[in-house]
């Protein structure tokens, strides 16, 4: 069975200097999260700031809280976020903005190193929800989305592994599974609603 290891996530973003980049409309706030390559620390960036406040904080399996920040500002904020203070074992990392959170798990090695796990996005009012959990990409789109919904998953070089687009106004569920895909990296781009939410992950077999 694969492992899949999310090492890039990104909301709303332009991708850094190794990535296509890709520009975004104004109308939300946008982040960008990712983990160094050596699995040590992580990047978070929050743009679009309009003075919202934007929390976010790690807890392990147990629910002790081992860093938590809430954001108020404007323009954009940078917070650099070291692994290496975590004892070995399963957290969670929760980032709360608008109607949204994200979760994301992964897990601290005893080489002091994170490995990124699962992962979901999903609005308060239930509006859509994406996920990727093990070996399956979900997109659940529910009935208050209007206009075209748009699913796209690339590798790095590019290349199109699936992609479909479809007109929302009614439940709509997409599945992918991504077993069937060799180790690499990856990028799913949805454009929901307008706005465009891209999410790189790897494939570690």
């Known amino acids: 069975m694969k492992k899949l290891s999310l ?5 709303l973003l332009s991708l850094s200097s190794f990535a296509t980049e890709v520009y975004l409309p104004f109308n939300g706030i946008s982040y960008f999260f990712k983990a160094s390559t050596n699995g040590t620390s ?6 679009n700031l309009e003075g919202e406040e934007v929390n976010f904080s790690i807890a392990n399996a147990e629910g002790k809280v081992f860093m938590q920040k809430t954001v108020i500002a404007s323009g954009k904020v940078k917070e650099d976020i070291n692994f290496r203070s975590l004892p070995e074992g399963k957290y969670n990392f929760k980032l709360k903005f608008e109607d949204k959170m994200l979760v994301r798990e992964f897990y601290i090695t005893s080489n002091k190193t994170a490995v990124m796990m699962n992962y979901q996005l999903a609005t308060s009012d239930q509006k859509f929800k994406a996920s990727i959990v093990e070996d399956q990409l979900n997109l659940i789109i529910g009935n208050d989305v209007e206009g075209f919904v748009k699913l796209n998953l690339r590798t790095e070089d590019g290349e199109s592994v699936y992609s479909t687009k479809f007109l929302a106004g009614a439940k709509n569920v997409k599945r992918f599974d991504l077993s069937t895909l060799p180790q690499g990296t990856y990028t799913t781009e949805m454009v ?9 992950f790897s494939i570690i077999k």
């Open 42 to 47: 992580a990047t978070l960036m929050l743009e």
């Open 7 to 11: 090492i890039i996530a990104a909301l």
């Open 192 to 200: 929901i609603d307008g706005v465009s939410y891209s999410d790189s």
